[in-house]
């Protein structure tokens, strides 16, 4: 079984969702007694994926294996790639990632849209609560939300790319202030900005 990730601790994660492809996205998860609570924006595969399937699974990466947040934030976004191949396992019949310190499988309890407006413009955000039926592994080294300045670049680059103007530049300017030459995660962000 494993021990469960704290209580109320936002932690950075790989959500894998299936509705006729394996989807994988880098999402905040937070569990809260026997529920994991995600948000998604609308567009994304995850969010109609979630809309549509009961089952996901939440993995807890640790700092070693940071760079697949790089395929899962920024690759097959909005299309039908899958962002990994061998590194996907079935846990329970559902996927998971191999290299997940640990894993919960969840089934979705609850669904909320949200409409939400912030720097970018309208957003409708996709807020879900999902029961954890399998627990799996130990979130002891995962990386928690706040804890990665090249992780929190990435999800810069992620805003980045949808903003236009001066929110751009803006978004431009924290991934220059977050990303470290010397970490895997931040090189890549620094070689793919504009």
Known sequence: MGELPGE???????????NGH???????AVRHSGNISLRSFKGSNTY?????????????????????????????????????????????GFPAMKSAKGTAICR????????????IGESMVLHVDARILVWKGSA????????????????????YLISEGDVKEKFRKRI??????DDVVGRWVLEHIE
């Open 140 to 159: 002891k080294n995962a990386i928690k939300v706040g804890e990665d300045r090249n992780i929190m670049a990435l999800a810069a680059y992620t805003r």
């Open 176 to 181: 220059m202030e977050l990303a470290e030459k």
């Open 108 to 119: 979705v309890e609850s669904i909320r849209e949200e409409e939400i407006k912030d720097e």
């Open 8 to 18: 109320g601790v936002p932690y950075e994660t790989i959500v894998i969702t299936e």
């Open 48 to 92: 109609e994926n979630m809309k549509k399937m009961g089952l996901l699974s939440v993995n807890y990466i640790p700092y070693g294996k940071k760079e697949l947040f790089i395929k899962a934030a920024a690759e097959g976004w909005g299309n039908e790639k899958q962002e990994f191949g061998e590194e996907i396992t079935a846990e329970r």
């Open 22 to 28: 394996i989807n994988a996205a880098a999402l905040s």
